[in-house]
């Protein structure tokens, strides 16, 4: 099983970014798929969950309405499009499964938001 997030990037507070990451390995249309971040200093926090087949999302408070997770079973990823970032959205993005009981991790991808 493998995850490979990208997209991550320098934003401005208010602008937009989206994250990808692509899998293989398993069947990805059978497998719900997460966003985590984790900020300096603090533990990882789950950020947005989607389900396998598209139909069902949830969101941090924190991001919720700001924002949005998808994915395309045909290309094997899941994104994480994000709106009006804000310098509390700094943080190291993984995406990650749950895949015969074991959970699963990408290496993450940095989005910095800072004027």
């Known amino acids: 099983v493998q995850l490979v997030e990208s997209g991550g990037g320098l934003v401005q507070p208010g602008g937009s970014l989206t994250v990808s990451c692509v899998t293989s390995g398993f069947t990805f249309s059978e497998n719900a798929m997460n966003w985590y971040r984790q900020s300096p200093g603090k533990e990882r926090e789950w950020v947005a969950r989607i389900s396998n087949q598209n139909d069902m999302s949830g969101y941090a408070d924190s991001v919720k309405g700001r924002f949005t997770i998808s994915r395309d079973n045909a290309k094997n990823t899941v994104y994480l499009q994000m709106n009006n970032l804000q310098p509390e959205d700094t943080a190291v993005y993984f995406c990650?499964?749950?895949?015969?009981?074991?959970?699963?991790w990408g290496q993450g991808t940095q989005v910095t938001v800072s004027p």
């Open positions: 990650s499964t749950l895949y015969r009981s074991r959970l699963y």
